[in-house]
């Protein structure tokens, strides 16, 4: 008893030398963590939360214990608040979209400027590389301890009403977008007619035909049965890739000893590299087993050509200029570098 009282004191003594504010004894932690997500099990999002819970739970012998909220159900739903929620406490930790955060940190729209990542070598070469660490500074300043990547993925254009194959098919469309303003910019550069809601929202109104349309990774087709809320044709364009990060609150960071500190990080990082390996896995197998199982629900998977998809980059590039600025000139430059650097 003793022995542990002084041990809690020389804990608190050394949180202090260490300059955190609050002291890093096991007192101080709290019964249960939130973590938010937009999406939960079986999508590869909710599996990168359960796999982060579960290995740190593991890890920490029980010491540091996570519940998933998918839904965003924390804040009502209401993804693009998911940010501020989580710098001011609301939020413990998540794993969130860069989508749903970028209205806050601006940069974060770097991984929805059309078309600048022509593959996953690109996306890698951003997430993993310089810009990534970048991203991360600029996420520290904004509040909250970023540990690592995974991804929700490429995102695809899908509607109940016939085949995109042109620019043009997409006239008068009415598709709904994430509620970040790029996404309106782009559509609305198509000749569309979009219309920006939360995920919550979205589903309904696909099911009453209040939309036409939507965008979203392959995966999320099948995993939520988007041919069950009239979504018949999908055209795989690729034009932007979403990735996620796992982070966490910065008081609640500081509350932990280094050691758990240490064990979350490595956590995040091992649920994300398992995370992104699932998320791709259907998208990389030999014949994309995952357009196979869309033609089997009876919708008709449109590939665009190399010329076709062009056609697509020629029309948003008004906006990638626009944008440009946006989320930081330096930034964009450098990320397109590392793009035509990146092994082909
Ligand atoms: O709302 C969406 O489309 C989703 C689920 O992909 C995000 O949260 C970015």
């Not at 890890?59 to 710098?87: C, W």
């Not at 043009?168 to 598709?175: N, T």
């Not at 690729?238 to 996620?244: E, Q, R, S």
């Given at each position: 008893m003793k022995f542990?009282?002084?041990?809690?004191?020389?804990?608190?003594?050394?949180?202090?030398?260490?300059?955190?504010?609050?002291?890093?004894?096991?007192?101080?932690?709290?019964?249960?963590?939130?973590?938010?997500?937009?999406?939960?099990?079986?999508?590869?999002?909710?599996?990168?939360?359960?796999?982060?819970?579960?290995?740190?739970?593991?890890?920490?012998?029980?010491?540091?214990?996570?519940?998933?909220?998918?839904?965003?159900?924390?804040?009502?739903?209401?993804?693009?608040?998911?940010?501020?929620?989580?710098?001011?406490?609301?939020?413990?930790?998540?794993?969130?979209?860069?989508?749903?955060?970028?209205?806050?940190?601006?940069?974060?729209?770097?991984?929805?400027?059309?078309?600048?990542?022509?593959?996953?070598?690109?996306?890698?070469?951003?997430?993993?590389?310089p810009v990534g660490?970048?991203?991360?500074?600029?996420?520290?300043?904004?509040?909250?301890?970023?540990?690592?990547?995974?991804?929700?993925?490429?995102?695809?254009?899908?509607?109940?009403?016939?085949?995109?194959?042109?620019?043009?098919?997409?006239?008068?469309?009415?598709?709904?977008?994430?509620?970040?303003?790029?996404?309106?910019?782009?559509?609305?550069?198509?000749?569309?007619?979009?219309?920006?809601?939360?995920?919550?929202?979205?589903?309904?109104?696909?099911?009453?035909?209040?939309?036409?349309?939507?965008?979203?990774?392959?995966?999320?087709?099948?995993?939520?049965?988007?041919?069950?809320?009239?979504?018949?044709?999908?055209?795989?364009?690729?034009?932007?890739?979403?990735?996620?990060?796992?982070?966490?609150?910065?008081?609640?960071?500081?509350?932990?000893?280094?050691?758990?500190?240490?064990?979350?990080?490595?956590?995040?990082?091992?649920?994300?590299?398992?995370?992104?390996?699932?998320?791709?896995?259907?998208?990389?197998?030999?014949g994309k087993p995952?357009?196979?199982?869309?033609?089997?629900?009876?919708?008709?998977?449109?590939?665009?050509?190399?010329?076709?998809?062009?056609?697509?980059?020629?029309?948003?590039?008004?906006?990638?200029?626009?944008?440009?600025?946006?989320?930081?000139?330096?930034?964009?430059?450098?990320?397109?570098?590392?793009?035509?650097?990146?092994?082909?």
């Amino acid at each position: 008893m003793k022995f542990r009282r002084s041990l809690l004191g020389l804990l608190a003594v050394a949180a202090t030398l260490g300059g955190f504010s609050v002291a890093a004894t096991a007192q101080s932690y709290k019964a249960e963590y939130k973590m938010s997500l937009v999406l939960g099990p079986p999508t590869p999002w909710g599996e990168a939360g359960r796999i982060w819970a579960d290995l740190v739970k593991e890890r920490t012998q029980g010491r540091i214990n996570i519940k998933l909220y998918p839904g965003v159900s924390l804040i009502q739903g209401d993804q693009t608040r998911e940010f501020s929620a989580l710098r001011q406490g609301v939020i413990d930790m998540a794993v969130g979209s860069t989508i749903n955060w970028s209205p806050q940190v601006k940069q974060l729209n770097l991984f929805s400027m059309p078309f600048l990542m022509p593959d996953y070598a690109a996306v890698d070469a951003l997430t993993q590389g310089p810009v990534g660490k970048d991203i991360f500074a600029t996420l520290d300043k904004a509040g909250v301890v970023p540990l690592a990547w995974g991804e929700n993925g490429f995102r695809e254009v899908t509607n109940s009403k016939k085949p995109i194959k042109t620019p043009e098919d997409l006239k008068g469309m009415k598709v709904r977008v994430v509620g970040s303003p790029i996404y309106s910019d782009m559509f609305s550069a198509l000749g569309a007619n979009p219309t920006q809601m939360s995920w919550a929202d979205a589903q309904p109104a696909l099911a009453s035909g209040a939309v036409d349309g939507q965008e979203n990774p392959l995966f999320l087709f099948t995993v939520l049965k988007m041919h069950t809320v009239g979504q018949k044709f999908v055209t795989t364009w690729g034009y932007v890739c979403d990735p996620l990060v796992f982070v966490v609150n910065k008081d609640i960071w500081a509350s932990w000893t280094p050691a758990d500190q240490a064990i979350v990080r490595q956590a995040a990082l091992d649920a994300g590299k398992q995370e992104i390996a699932i998320a791709r896995k259907v998208l990389v197998e030999p014949g994309k087993p995952v357009l196979k199982d869309i033609a089997g629900m009876g919708v008709t998977v449109t590939q665009l050509t190399p010329d076709e998809r062009e056609a697509f980059v020629k029309a948003t590039r008004p906006v990638y200029d626009k944008w440009k600025n946006t989320v930081g000139a330096d930034l964009v430059a450098k990320a397109e570098k590392a793009v035509a650097a990146r092994p082909k």
